[in-house]
């Protein structure tokens, strides 16, 4: 399965940044507002793809570890992000990762938890990477807009078609425990709307903040 979800980022990295994507806009202005602690940090970026957050990242922090397994987007981002702070490195973040224990002061992950469909790991190997307080942002498309069918998708330039890859369903509470399983305290959660968007419609993001104690 994770083969078909990194080829699949692959075909999408020569477009993802041009084509329209409320949730990745919407995503990244989220980040942008949260007031994470990243003046002079030591980062990690989960699922950086092309670099749109890593770039934002880059201004502020010490230093950057951003992590995907899509050699496509990662080769974007390279293009986007030329900075001596910031590292590439192309790893499964289900599997180990390649950062040493308790050395980061902040996770970042935006969108990339909706292709995992065992969330425990992840979880764990942030845990292990932050110094005790540090903290874990996750941004992720709520699970309301899941149920009406919504999910990572684009459209082949070649055929036109949609390409239809693996996406799983979180609830909410998924999130949540699979923090907790691992030893994270909650210090935060939030639900995002469109600009546009009144209360009965539901939340396109889902957002937590976890700390280490
Ligand atoms: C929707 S994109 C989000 C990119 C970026 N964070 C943003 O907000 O624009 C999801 C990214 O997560 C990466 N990804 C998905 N599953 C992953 C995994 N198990 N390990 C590493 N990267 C993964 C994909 O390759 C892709 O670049």
Redesign the pocket.
Known sequence: M?DK??SA?NQWSATYDQVANKT?DL??KVLRSQSLPLNGATVIEM????G??TAYLAVLAGHVTA????EG?MAQAKTKVASDRVIFKQ????QGWPVSDQTADVVVG???LE??ADLSPVFAHAFRALKPGGQMFVCELHSAKQMLGKK?VFTDTATGQDVDFPAYFHDVSDYANAALSVGFQIVQMNEWRDDDSNKMEPPRLITFRFVKP
């Open positions: 994770a979800v990194s980022y990745r995503s990244a699922g950086c793809g092309t749109l957050n992590l995907d397994f899509s987007m790893c499964d973040i289900t935006n969108l990339v292709h995992i990572a």
